[in-house]
């Protein structure tokens, strides 16, 4: 399938650039943790908080089974913890191009620090939190994406073109070549 997927840590902007991306690309956007949400009827921290972290996990394997049912192509923001999953990689991989929007510590606290949606960074030291988190989870990201953009002193704009253009080189290198196609008929 043909989703263009975006993976990325708290505060990376997958929500905003999934927004504009959707827009350039005339899709719809889906977004992992509005799905949940609108499913269970109560917000994400509210999920944390009354059926724990890995009710909320296994929720997130499921929307990606769920999102895998449609035949339209989209555009998918999903949330920072989901690729921590190995079992969601084939899932992510079977959606289509992941996208890991990468950025630095310093920028998520730069755009998180007044926030208080993100459970796991109601903590009495988030800035640590942020380091240790993002530490384990940079090399999975890694493994999970397709293309890897960074997006720390980039706007919005830079960030969607990148996509759209390392995108379109991938779909061209994966397509099968004409001689190819006509090699199998
Ligand atoms: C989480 C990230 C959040 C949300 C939940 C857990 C994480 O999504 O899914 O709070 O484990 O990193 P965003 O990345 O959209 O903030």
Known sequence: MSNVILIGF??????????R???????????????????EGISI???????????????????LRE????QESKVIATGGGLPMKKENH??????????????????VWER???DTTRPLLQCDNPTAKIEELLQ????VYEAAADIIVDVDGKDIEQVVAEILERVAEREERCQPHGSEQEAKV
């Open 10 to 19: 708290m505060g990376c902007g997958k929500s905003t650039i999934g927004f």
């Open 21 to 39: 991306l959707s827009y350039k690309l005339r899709r719809v956007l889906e977004d992992t943790d509005k799905l949940i949400e609108k499913k």
């Open 45 to 63: 921290s509210d999920i944390f908080a009354q059926k724990g972290e890995d009710a909320f996990r296994e929720m997130e394997t499921d929307c």
């Open 67 to 70: 999102l895998l049912l449609s």
């Open 90 to 107: 084939p899932l992510l991989k079977a959606l289509g191009t992941v996208v890991y929007l990468r950025i630095s510590p310093e920028s």
């Open 112 to 114: 998180l620090k007044g």
């Open 136 to 139: 384990k989870r940079a090399s």
